[in-house]
């Protein structure tokens, strides 16, 4: 592959001379860890070489790293968490490398995070991402979560039939955690480690985070090589409410390499690859994230609704999204409580589930979002394909109950909302045509659509920032401002209406232009914009 650097990872081992194993560096704060970080295990027999699982932590004595070394290292990435299924205790932490202090309230959410949260079983690998609550801001403050207190996780989740396992499947997952939310550039990290980590135990592990300590610090607007396991990374980092998009990057369009050129805030599949079943609803989203209502995207599996949220949350992008958002939320979650209730749901949230009891717990939410395409499989994980259904089309007796369908699955959008913002039927029209055709390739077509919002984006926020300049004093000082007047924008509007394409008012009655902005205005997405600007 054009860009690859032909190194055999095997090479890394003995040169790791920053890892020790015999004492423990001082972390971030003068206590390591309060809490033993692997998990109490029960050996009931010694396991054959046949059997031996090469990912576990066997030694008593953790692996470890120099302080030098720790400093770098968490610069990109807070660690990585290996989540194992014990049959005594369910989902469980077997190690942390390097060790970092987690609460017990993070460990739990990080351990059923890592494993899809569905009675679906399949066989295979699956990559997807989670956001979850930091309980300090220890980790946090070196990220921009600082302010809102998070930690993102991004997830190879590893499941596989084995005889010698009680439960008849090995489930294993491997979890880097960051203070960055650069979805595009971890997964692809986590695609290439784990594989290899599950191959070749601890150090490959450990081979990839001495390949990390090594990479530039991460600069805003930067384009950086990133080495990673025998491959260059050719990484651009996003710059804070500046979309990331081909036509600004240094990639040349027309002999792109998604692999090892990317885009580090922008998921793999992208707003294309998860929507494209439902193209035309895309409008009505862009309304409801702009301001900022209630969302919950169901989907069949973790990596699709995960990609789906932070894709939604790009939607509006320049606008910084003002409310929490959740790429994947499972029953077990400490929020769980508190966002999924049978009252009103919380505006300027959105969550991705894939649990079927969510089909039926937020059906009263006002904005229901389902995509991804339903694979029906076989309690053992292989799909059930068209020759084992019966003439009548119905599945064979055993193959349609609980225990391997998610849902009736449909994909679309339900809403109580009434869109004022007409679709372009156009660009519907192209993508679709393209998707038949199979060119240009997916990356291409996202990025169009992905550009088309942008521009919607910065319409709408044309007439804001011309009335935001008549605030600011002569001289030029911000801390001066005039104060915004909504009720003056507002009529400000007749003057200089924005460029975007609303719906006829003849059946309403009622101005789409000035309800979308009266609606904005007194939302969160409003305030964190206006504090942007200032």
């Known amino acids: 592959m054009d860009g690859d650097i032909r190194v055999n990872p095997a090479s890394h081992f003995s040169n790791m001379t920053g890892l020790r194993r015999d004492s423990l560096e001082t972390d971030m704060s003068d206590s390591l860890y309060e809490f033993p970080v692997t998990r109490q295990r029960t050996i009931h027999s010694k396991p054959s070489i046949a059997t031996l699982d090469i990912t576990d932590n066997i030694s008593e004595k953790f692996l470890s790293m120099e302080h030098a070394d720790l400093i770098k290292f968490r610069k990109w ?27 017990p309230s993070e460990q739990k959410n990080i351990c059923f995070s890592a494993f899809p949260d569905s009675n679906v079983f399949e066989v295979g690998d699956k990559i997807f ?39 008849g499947y090995f489930q294993k997952s491997l979890v880097l955690l960051s203070q960055h939310p650069f979805v595009g550039l971890f997964s692809r990290i986590v695609s290439i480690l784990g594989p290899d980590y599950f191959d070749a135990g601890q150090p490959i592990l450990e081979a990839a985070c001495m390949n990390i300590v090594h990479w530039s610090e991460p600069e805003e607007d930067k384009v950086l090589d990133l080495p990673f396991l025998g491959r260059l990374l050719q990484v651009e980092l996003p710059t804070p409410f500046k979309p990331q998009l081909l036509e600004t990057a240094p990639f040349n369009m027309n002999k792109l390499v998604p692999e090892i050129q990317i885009m580090a805030s922008l998921p793999v599949g992208g707003l294309y690859h998860h929507f494209r079943d439902v193209l035309k609803e895309l409008w009505l989203l862009w309304e409801l994230m702009l301001v900022a209502e209630p969302i919950v995207v169901i989907a069949p599996d973790p990596g699709v609704c995960s990609e789906a949220v932070v894709s939604l949350v790009d939607i509006i992008n320049p606008i910084p999204y003002c409310g929490d958002y959740r790429p994947y939320f499972t029953i077990q979650d400490a929020d769980f409580k508190s966002f999924v209730t049978k009252n009103k749901p919380l505006s300027s949230l959105v969550l991705g589930v894939t649990n079927p009891f969510f ?3 937020v059906e009263h939410w006002p904005n229901i979002v389902r995509v991804g395409r339903q694979q029906l499989r076989k309690p053992d994980g292989t799909l059930i394909t068209s020759n084992m259904r019966w003439k009548s089309g119905k599945p064979k007796p055993g193959l349609g109950n609980k225990s391997n369908v998610l ?66 004093p002569p001289c030029g000082d911000k801390v001066r401002l005039k104060p915004f007047q909504a009720d003056q924008f507002l009529k400000s509007l007749k003057d200089h209406p924005p460029l975007l394409p609303f719906k006829s008012s003849f059946k309403t009655r009622t101005d789409p232009m000035k309800e979308l902005y009266s609606q904005f205005l007194k939302c969160g997405n409003f305030a964190t914009w206006l504090q942007q600007r200032t």
């Open 77 to 103: 990435i807070v660690g990585f968490c290996i989540v194992n299924f014990d049959l005594e205790i369910g989902q469980a932490l077997d190690y942390a490398y390097p060790p970092m202090d987690l609460s």
């Open 129 to 167: 991402n989670i956001r979850i609550r930091a309980s300090t801001h220890k980790f946090a403050a070196s990220g921009p979560t600082t302010d809102a207190g998070f930690l993102y996780g991004y997830v190879f989740f590893r499941q596989k039939k084995d005889a010698s396992i009680r439960r």
């Open 359 to 361: 089909n039926t717990a």
């Open 407 to 472: 849902y009736n699955f449909v994909q679309g959008v339900t809403s109580k909302r009434k869109t004022v913002i007409s679709r372009d039927r156009e660009l519907i029209k192209m993508l679709t045509e393209a998707s038949v055709r199979g060119y240009p390739p997916d990356w291409v077509l996202n990025n169009i659509l992905r550009r088309h919002f942008v521009d919607l984006t910065e319409k709408f926020l044309a007439p804001l920032d011309r009335y935001f300049n008549t605030l600011i």
